[in-house]
């Protein structure tokens, strides 16, 4: 089993590769990020061990579950869930790195608030809702420049980017549409030079649709279930507003 997640690291880094090479863009710009939701303490060790190094969590109650076993690899954990703003004490207590899903100007100033008495920043994504989905987290796409705006005058928050999920779909075309309206407006951000904001990634694509992703400028893919197997729960458990 170990030996398995080894060898899906591998295929999914060929997949990257040939992405990239298809359309163009250097295999250094894109990083393939380990989605480690209901994966075991042991299985996340095998990926650490074999060298990959970036993962990310969707709950803070896993982070905490899982943050003594995994403490002593050196590793960069990004948060990607939909966080509360009552858990956010907690969430900086485990060494997250970057959080991709700051959705709302209510969470941001909860941040700020914690990070300036703690005297530190973190870096964060702001989360898009390019599906338009209402059981979709994330800023409205017509709404994100003022978010944008509002977040770079915290000086605690360095903004480095958008995310989206995307729309969970088989029909490609509605799913590269949303990854193609990430990155419009990335570019109109981009066009603004706002302080204090950065627009250098775009975390996007999945197990599924990766190479769609790459193909619009994901510079970070995040990929759970083809590494390290099917989940017990569905995904839309994982973006429930009451799990975190």
Not at 168 to 196: G, M, W, Y
Request: charge should be negative; include cysteine.
């Amino acid at each position: 089993m170990n030996q398995e997640i080894i060898d899906n690291i591998a295929a999914i880094h060929d997949r990257i590769t040939r992405a990239c090479a298809q359309t163009g863009r250097d295999r250094s710009e894109v990083k393939l990020l380990l989605a480690t939701k209901t994966v075991s303490s042991d299985r996340i060790r095998t990926a650490l061990q074999a060298g990959h190094t970036l993962i990310a969590e969707n709950k803070v109650q896993e982070i905490k579950e899982k943050y003594d076993a995994l403490k002593d690899i050196p590793h960069v954990n990004h948060f990607i869930g939909h966080l509360q703003t009552n858990k956010v004490k907690d969430l900086l207590k485990y060494d997250i790195t970057c959080i991709q899903s700051l959705d709302r100007k209510e969470l941001a100033q909860k941040l700020h608030q914690r990070l300036k008495a703690e005297n530190r920043t973190i870096e964060v994504f702001i989360q898009v809702n390019t599906s338009f989905e209402e059981s979709k987290f994330g800023v409205s796409p017509d709404q994100v420049l003022d978010l944008v705006k509002e977040v770079a005058l915290l000086d605690t928050l360095k903004i480095k980017g958008l995310m989206t999920i995307g729309l969970l779909s088989t029909e490609s075309e509605k799913v590269v549409l949303c990854f193609h309206l990430l990155r419009d407006i990335q570019q109109q951000i981009i066009a603004l030079n706002i302080p204090n904001v950065e627009m250098s990634e775009l975390s996007m694509g999945m197990s599924g649709d990766l190479e769609a992703a790459i193909a619009e400028g994901a510079t970070i893919v995040r990929v759970g279930t083809a590494i390290f197997g099917q989940r017990p729960t569905s995904d839309s458990y994982y973006w429930n507003e009451n799990g975190n």
